[in-house]
Structures are given as structure tokens and as C-alpha cells.
């Protein structure tokens, strides 16, 4: 699993990158749009996932350039890694893979159920009858 987490309008965001190829930049068409940063070109970058899983950042041909952990990209793909920075006009988008182990999706399972109102122990109970039945 791999994220984008970025500052936006005051708050930490966190964008899950479920596409073969998320578009980065101002416009509406791009997947993720980011509209609070006046230096963005309206398709400013891609991030595309490779065969293998590992992911590339693509600069679009960005009026103010994509960088690097602070270096500018030319026209060809370069591979991410985890906690790479990638900078466009003023935001910031920290790169973070992350491998989810059973126990680390059974924690988002019971926050997910929670944030939808079931209690804690009733989503506990719920999951020991699943194991036992």
C-alpha cells in the first residue's frame, strides 16, 4: 500500500494511491486535486505504479517543475521511495509505503466499524463469533 500525505488548507491529508497512474495538479480532471497552491500547473505530475508495484513520480511538463527530495525532474520517470519528498510549487507530498499485516487491517476494520457508529465491544463480539462460527 502506498500514500501521498501532503499539508492542505491547514490540515495533514493523507491520499491512498489506488491507480495505476494518479494525476497531480490543479484542474478538476486530476485525481488529486489540490487547488490552495497558486504555483501548481493544472497537470503538474503523475505518480504511476510499475509492473513490479514499485511506484514513479512523472513530471507533466509543469511550469514551475516537479523536484525530488530538491531535485528538479527531467522528462523521465524516477522511482519513489519510501519517505521521498516530492515537491510541487509550495505543497509537499511525502511518499510512504507500507506493508498491512492482518493485525494493522484488523485495527482499520474496527476503527472503519467505529467511525459508523457500532461500539467497540460490539464489533469485538462480532469478530469472535466470526472466528468461532
Known amino acids: 500500500m502506498a500514500f501521498l500525505d501532503y499539508m492542505s488548507e491547514g490540515s495533514k491529508t493523507e491520499y491512498r494511491l489506488v491507480e495505476i497512474r494518479t494525476s497531480i495538479g490543479r484542474s478538476p480532471e486530476c485525481l488529486l486535486q489540490i487547488v490552495d497552491d497558486v504555483e501548481l500547473s493544472r497537470v503538474h505530475c503523475s505518480v504511476a505504479r510499475q509492473a513490479n508495484g514499485s511506484f514513479v513520480v512523472i513530471d507533466e511538463g509543469a511550469t514551475n517543475g516537479t523536484y525530488l527530495n530538491d531535485q528538479r525532474l527531467g522528462s523521465e520517470p524516477i ?44 464489533i469485538m463480539h462480532e469478530i469472535v463469533e466470526k472466528k468461532d462460527g
Open 79 to 122: 522511482l519513489l521511495r519510501d519517505q521521498d519528498v516530492v515537491r510541487i510549487g509550495q505543497t509537499e507530498l511525502v511518499f510512504r509505503t507500507r506493508d498491512v499485516g492482518r493485525t494493522t487491517m484488523l485495527f482499520s476494520e474496527v476503527a472503519d466499524e467505529m467511525e459508523s457508529g457500532k461500539g467497540f465491544h460490539t
